[in-house]
Nanobody, 124 residues
């Protein structure tokens, strides 16, 4: 499966963005999809994940401001980001897995496929 994240851009503090992760090549419905971000000079970090059944898990620092959803008919997963802060500035990437679910969904190694990221810049 090939993944492509899009929807990034420049937004002011307190604003919102919706990122998309579009898949091509195979149906997306059987995949868990995660979002990660990497800020300049920092390691890639987990943001959230949605399972094939629609269950979601988020990192604690974004839990109340972000929401992940999926539209299997469009082979797309969305990351809705609200109340954005300058520290949310990063390249956001999506990743996917179609093996059985396991407890390490917040780690890079859980995922088998990665897409190109999209840059989100939050101005103060």
């Amino acid at each position: 499966v090939q993944l492509q994240a899009s929807g990034g851009g420049l937004v002011q503090t307190g604003g919102s963005l919706r990122l998309s992760c579009a898949a091509s090549g195979r149906t997306f419905s059987s995949y868990a999809v995660g979002w990660f971000r990497q800020a300049p000079g920092r390691e890639r970090e987990f943001v959230g994940v949605i399972s094939r059944t629609g269950a979601t898990h988020y990192d604690h620092f974004v839990k109340d401001r972000l929401a992940i959803s999926r539209d299997n008919a469009k082979n797309t997963v969305y990351l809705q980001m609200n109340s954005l802060k300058p520290e949310d500035t990063a390249v956001y990437s999506c990743a996917a897995r179609n093996r059985a679910w396991s407890g390490d969904w917040y780690t890079l190694g859980f995922y088998d496929y990665w897409g190109q990221g999209t840059l989100v810049t939050v101005s103060s």
